[in-house]
């Protein structure tokens, strides 16, 4: 980075979810808790897929990579969460907040692509059912998920590399519990045109094509269940659906509520509580969301655990 007026930051001090100290001790519980059910929940996912021959199918497939992110994601931030609650001045240098920057980027856009990739597959199993083994083949499948790794790979880069232009001069306490976009951008002693003018065109793809591609898929698996004569049919193509909804409207309404908030300062304190949904809620309740009420993810966890004890 090019010198600025001031002196560079090597180091950035997290300022955390709150500063009130009576609340420390049970939000650190808390948290905990929720991170463990989440690294339990879909490390169990992943398990039972990768081990269970009659849960590889292209539905499972996408499940098993979404479980994946969702890990990946939430251990990205939620130790350095951790840590603000017990610590008085939760530091972490310029370095590695750039590659919490980074990954944070690259794992919430995969989510994005692979819910997309998702609502495709049921779209195609409910409305295109005989022609559904030839459309999502393994080679369809393995390239849905390749480009949304290669899609988040080039938004994160993109993202990352604009924030490696800047400069950051005395300013260095981020009002947030990790280095999300706009709090570090809020640091720079530089001007963040660029950063603000990439951030808009890539949210802008990034929210409207995934959305978009949901919507319309789910436009023709409602128009497609209305035509079934028998209500015990309509009940059973919805009851596929309604999962894979529910973790739709949870990752996509509660980053929505984050990012089309106005950028002011008196509002972070709520865009930090809304942040919450999207790096600690959402990645706990989609294991739960995907297996309570799943039979296939019942049967495949019995015959694990049949299988250990023989």
């Keep these: 980075m090019a010198p600025g007026n001031g002196s560079l930051v090597t180091e950035f001090i997290l300022k955390g979810l709150t500063d009130r ?5 049970p939000l650190f519980l808390l948290f905990l808790l929720m991170y463990m059910v989440t690294v339990l929940g879909n490390l169990s996912l992943v398990t039972l897929i990768g081990l269970n021959s009659h849960l590889h199918t292209p539905m499972y497939f996408f499940l098993f990579n979404l479980s994946l992110v969702d ?30 920057f980074f990954f944070f980027m690259f794992l919430i856009i995969s989510e994005c692509y692979v819910l997309t990739s998702m609502a495709y597959d049921r779209y195609v199993a409910i409305c295109k059912p005989l022609l559904y083994n030839v459309i999502m083949s393994p080679n369809v499948c393995l390239s849905l998920m390749l480009g949304s790794y290669l899609v988040a790979c080039f938004g994160a880069m993109a993202h990352t590399g604009c924030m490696l232009r800047l400069t950051f001069c005395d300013a260095n306490i981020i009002n947030h519990y990790f280095c ?13 045109y660029v950063n603000e003018l990439l951030d808009f065109i890539l949210g802008a793809f990034n929210m409207s094509v995934p959305s978009l591609t949901i919507i319309i898929s789910y436009g023709y698996i409602v128009s497609n269940i209305l035509q079934v004569s028998s209500v015990r049919g309509r009940s059973k ?7 894979h909804i529910t973790a739709v409207s949870l990752f ?3 980053g929505a509520i984050m990012y089309l ?16 949904f999207y790096t600690n809620v959402v990645p706990m309740m989609n294991p739960l969301i995907y297996s309570l009420r799943n039979q296939d993810v019942k049967l495949a966890l019995r015959k694990t655990l049949l299988r250990r004890k023989f």
Excluded: H, W
């Excluded at 100290?21 to 001790?25: D, K, R």
């Excluded at 001045?89 to 590659?99: D, H, P, R, T």
């Design 21 to 25: 100290p009576e609340l420390q001790l």
């Design 71 to 100: 890990l990946c994601y939430s251990s990205v931030f939620t130790p350095k969460m951790l840590m603000n609650f017990l610590l008085e001045k939760n530091i972490i240098s310029y370095v590695a907040c750039m590659v919490q």
């Design 180 to 192: 999300d976009l706009l709090p570090v951008l809020q640091l720079s002693c530089t001007s963040t």
């Design 237 to 243: 193509a919805f009851s596929t659906c309604t999962s």
């Design 252 to 254: 996509f309404g509660s």
């Design 261 to 276: 908030q106005p950028s002011s300062a008196e509002s972070m304190a709520e865009r930090k509580i809304s942040s919450v």
